[in-house]
């Protein structure tokens, strides 16, 4: 397998393999010595092999798979990096196991790539973690950094919601200095052209009775990062501490005594000791958070879900990722059938067309918004979300509402009369053109362009001739009635 992703991948370039492989190669050659094309005729495509410096290892022992590793290095041109490169000139342990450490984790690259190589390193053995050391190389490259100088806003400020500030946001929105905002706002009269004060006007009500009542957080600019304090995990006692601390100093003197066997012993029953007790206390503290959730789920939610969380962030177990994968031919299939036009026959279509125009169409959107429409949408609103730049979050709206909703109406039927005016204005210049298209560029400067459009038709002029007394016709059956008239014909 590993011989045809090399023949496979040599064709477009370099190669390097890293991981555990195995294999034991002690301090055995991986490449020809002394290859010359001098005296015997070769190939033409035959690259003898450079003499390289005799590589060392800690591991005197060699298995067959380390047998067939320099076998394949010989055949691919391919030359192990530990105990040769700058940073593991000695070639150290990768791999601690009761019986013995051995070399079994390799860095492999093509010949042409080794000056390219300028540090190689075996990091320190965590036995908590794993039985193999990582390991690590640098190789140089020629790459471009390009500076950019990203001037970023910062994040607005936040206010803090918390299980006290029903109460005292309440309290704020009604005191004597909101409430004199709000008469303000009231009394005010808003055109068309200032929807946007009334957007402001309206947003620092709710931003005044915040500072009375809630915490904010006021976001500076960051500055240069510290370094980070690591803190122990939460199902981490004293105990378990104390133990991984004995389980390291058994290590660093395992280190230096690596072959005797009552140092080594004592290493891996301290270790299996340690794992045995690691796995009790995160079990235990799982446990607990379950039996957390059961009294939680009624009481208090928003604790609830922050337990959930914690339940994610302290899963390490990869089996539970991997069972829930989907295969990747579900993907794909999912995906060819995602843009797949569905074939539909002509009677279909007409059956569909025909329901379209018998269907009695009502817009509702031609009315003025109602009090109760708001209310509707206030409750659907969630909690615990981002109040983005304007610093109001929904919980803001949703216990305010009986002061709010008259305000919140008439910003929105401001808003919404401004886009009716200009959506009649548009079937009405539709309605007086002969040919019932507007004008070249009506629509690229908004009101004023379809202002001046209309103007060119005069409210007494005749009508000439029966198409434009159908264009207009038509025109009026796609106006729908306003509500005022209504219920005058009720």
Wanted: hydrophobic share 30%; aromatic share 8%.
């Amino acid at each position: 397998m590993i011989e045809n992703d090399i023949v496979k991948y040599s064709q477009s370039g370099k190669i390097m393999i890293a991981g555990d492989l195995n294999a034991r190669t002690a301090c055995e050659i991986d490449h020809i010595q002394m290859d010359s094309d001098k005296h015997i005729p070769l190939f033409d495509n035959y690259k003898c092999d450079s003499s390289l410096i005799q590589r060392k290892s800690k591991d005197s022992s060699i298995n067959t798979r380390g047998r067939q590793l320099l076998s394949l290095c010989i055949s691919s041109s391919l030359r192990i990096l530990n105990g040769r490169t700058m940073g593991d000139l000695m070639g150290a342990h990768t791999c601690f196991q009761p019986l013995g450490s051995s070399v079994v984790d390799y860095f492999l690259a093509s010949e042409e790539l080794l000056p390219n190589f300028t540090y190689f390193h075996t990091h320190n053995f965590l036995p908590d973690f794993s039985d193999h050391c990582q390991i690590s190389c640098m190789l140089k490259c020629n790459t471009k950094i390009y500076e950019r100088n990203l001037n970023l806003a910062l994040m607005p400020d936040k206010y803090i919601w918390d299980d006290n500030s029903v109460s005292a946001f309440q309290d704020a929105i009604n005191s004597n200095e909101i409430k004199n905002f709000i008469r303000q706002y009231k009394d005010k009269i808003y055109d068309q052209d200032s929807i946007n004060n009334a957007a402001e006007d309206l947003n620092k009500i709710f931003l005044k009775a915040a500072d009375l009542s809630l915490k904010k957080i006021i976001r500076k600019p960051k500055k240069s990062k510290k370094k980070k304090i690591k803190k122990n995990r939460e199902w981490q006692d004293q105990d378990i501490i104390n133990l991984k601390q004995n389980l390291y100093r058994k290590y660093k003197l395992m280190q230096n005594h690596n072959t005797d066997p009552y140092v080594r012993g004592s290493f891996f029953k301290c270790l299996k000791s340690y794992r045995k007790q690691r796995r009790a206390k995160i079990r235990k503290f799982k446990q607990d958070i379950m039996n957390k959730l059961d009294n939680l789920y009624d009481q208090n939610p928003k604790a609830y879900w922050q337990l959930l969380d914690k339940i994610k962030n302290i899963s390490n177990n990869s089996q539970n990722k991997s069972e829930n994968t989907i295969d990747p031919s579900e993907w794909q299939e999912y995906f060819q059938k995602l843009n797949k036009n569905e074939q539909y026959s002509d009677d279909l279509i007409k059956k569909k067309l025909e329901s379209f125009h018998n269907e009695n169409v009502f817009n509702e959107l031609d009315y003025l918004i109602t009090p109760e429409e708001i209310e509707k949408a206030i409750k659907s609103l969630k909690n615990s979300k981002s109040s983005g730049f304007s610093m109001i979050s929904n919980e803001m709206i949703k216990y305010s509402q009986t002061v709010c909703i008259p305000l919140i109406q008439k910003l929105f039927n401001l808003v919404f009369s401004s886009s009716i005016e200009e959506s009649e204005s548009v079937l009405q210049l539709k309605g007086l053109t002969p040919n019932g298209l507007l004008p070249m560029g009506a629509l690229s400067g908004g009101k004023d362009t379809l202002s001046n459009a209309l103007s060119g038709f005069s409210p007494t002029h005749k009508i000439s001739g029966f198409e434009e007394a159908k264009c207009l016709d038509k025109m009026n059956e796609r106006m729908p009635p306003r509500r005022e008239q209504l219920n005058n014909t009720q």
